[in-house]
């Protein structure tokens, strides 16, 4: 891995570059842009239920979202962004095509652009930095709006041949890129499949289309929201024990919906770490999963974080 790909890990300290923490008025800014999401899907649930939303539309989003929302924390993040680990061949396959279900690109370009992210965070050249337009309140909401989706938006392509020619040297995940328009189809026709058939011994369109609204639809939705957040809230809020050289910060509650992304100042400064919830009760569901995979022999050369390791980085007080 090179430098382009993890991104520098020397740190200043929090706070040295950026400057001054976040005050009242900032973290009212993020509140508007992460819990009213949030709280509109769960009133939906609430108000829904019984008429537009069934436990079986819960079950089936809640399996796919664990399946996709891992595919890219452990498939598209930790393996192919960051090398934490090696799969073997059909392993890596699964976890690209997991990865792709959660519709947010293919592994190759979604690498791409994370690599950059390491190397310029949270200076130009970062392709969804919230602090991209400047400190004050109305300039922290346009950096939250473009860090969360608006640099999606964003003609600039990131150059994949600078930042993953590895990756574009693998058969599998140019294949993998190649089957997006079907995994995409699969993504969302597989839970209107799943809802139509389960348990009404005959078909019924009406469970089909409601499992396809909440277990395709709002599930998607909601892993975006999850992922982009990471990009926005973790970069803008949050506790800083270790020593980064940007405003990476861990924010606990989005740990289990982000399958332990949100632990994200470790993250950037210990890139290649496969656990990024490393302090005592931090929760990292992707980290045990890749745990599993080890102990069933499927991945080897896991980057673990250790004591020492861990010291170095931690911000002396």
């Known amino acids: 891995m090179t430098a382009a790909e993890t991104g520098p890990t020397t740190a200043t300290g929090p706070g040295e570059y950026w400057g001054e923490r976040m005050g009242t008025a900032d973290r009212v800014v993020v509140g508007i842009f992460v819990g009213v999401p949030f709280v509109a899907v769960i009133a939906s649930i609430v ?17 796919m979202y664990l399946i996709a929302g891992h595919g890219i924390t452990v498939g598209y993040h930790r393996l192919f962004t960051h090398g934490a680990f090696k799969a073997n061949r059909p ?10 279900m959660a519709i947010e690109g293919d592994p190759i370009t979604w690498a791409a652009d994370h690599r950059r992210h390491h190397q310029f965070s949270d200076k130009p050249g970062d392709p969804h930095s919230p602090w991209r337009f400047g ?5 922290l909401a346009k950096g939250m709006l473009w860090a969360h989706v608006g640099w999606t938006f964003n003609n600039e392509k990131t150059n994949q041949q600078r930042y993953v ?16 328009p079907l995994i995409a189809l699969f993504s969302f026709g597989a839970p209107a499949v799943a809802g139509g058939l389960w348990g009404a011994g ?3 369109a009406g469970a ?3 499992a396809f609204f909440w277990a395709g639809l709002v599930r998607i939705g909601l892993l975006h929201h999850v992922t982009w957040s990471i990009n926005s809230i973790c970069h803008l809020t949050g506790d800083r024990p270790f ?6 910060g861990n924010v606990w509650w989005l740990c289990l919906l982000s399958g332990g992304e949100s632990w994200h100042n470790l993250h950037h400064a210990d890139p290649t770490s496969a656990r990024h919830g490393v302090l005592r009760g931090q929760i990292d569901t992707s980290a045990r999963v890749i745990r599993i995979f080890e102990r069933l022999g499927w991945v080897r050369d896991v980057r673990w974080p250790d004591e020492r390791r861990i010291a170095a980085k931690t911000v002396k007080t």
């Open 47 to 63: 108000v829904l239920w019984g008429w537009g939303v069934t436990w079986h539309d819960l079950v089936i989003g809640a399996v």
């Open 91 to 100: 392993l890596k396959v699964v976890l690209a095509v997991a990865g792709s």
């Open 135 to 139: 400190h004050s309140i109305p300039a």
């Open 165 to 180: 020619p590895d990756l574009l040297a693998d058969r599998d995940l140019v294949r993998v890129q190649q089957w997006q």
């Open 202 to 204: 005959t078909w019924d």
């Open 208 to 210: 089909a289309w409601s």
């Open 243 to 248: 020593k980064a050289r940007d405003r990476s």
